[in-house]
Nanobody
Framework: QVQLVESGGGLVQAGGSLRLSCAAS????????MAWYRQAPGKRRELVAH???????NYADSVKGRFTISRDNFKNTVYLQMNSLKAEDTAVYYC????????WGQGTQVTVSS
């Protein structure tokens, strides 16, 4: 069964950086567009960024220029480098396929203090 395990979150001051990782059991990455999502308290889960199997990327306007998504198909891992963090980036971050086709993991909490 596919499992997604997110890690790397934490508490950081505004302007700081974090790097999130998402490891998957099973070889699910090689043929799938993978994505990072986030859900802030009281808000709907939103798509942050996604990356194709060949490395083409797309970002939400709110994170463009600050976040970078990458992937390592051999390690079955997708990453999210987050720079210039803002208080509004505070959320639980999740990874999944672009169609949310895998069971959701527990996510990783990112808290940005202003």
């Amino acid at each position: 069964q596919v499992q997604l395990v997110e890690s790397g979150g934490g508490l950081v001051q505004a302007g700081g950086s974090l790097r999130l990782s998402c490891a998957a059991s099973g070889s699910i990455f090689s043929g799938n567009v993978m994505a990072w999502y986030r859900q802030a308290p009281g808000k709907r889960r939103e798509l942050v960024a996604h990356i194709s199997p060949l490395g083409f990327t797309n970002y939400a306007d709110s994170v463009k220029g600050r976040f970078t998504i990458s992937r390592d198909n051999f390690k079955n891992t997708v990453y999210l480098q987050m720079n210039s963090l803002k208080a509004e980036d505070t959320a639980v971050y999740y990874c999944n396929g672009l169609r949310s086709q895998f069971p959701w993991g527990q996510g990783t909490q990112v808290t940005v203090s202003s």
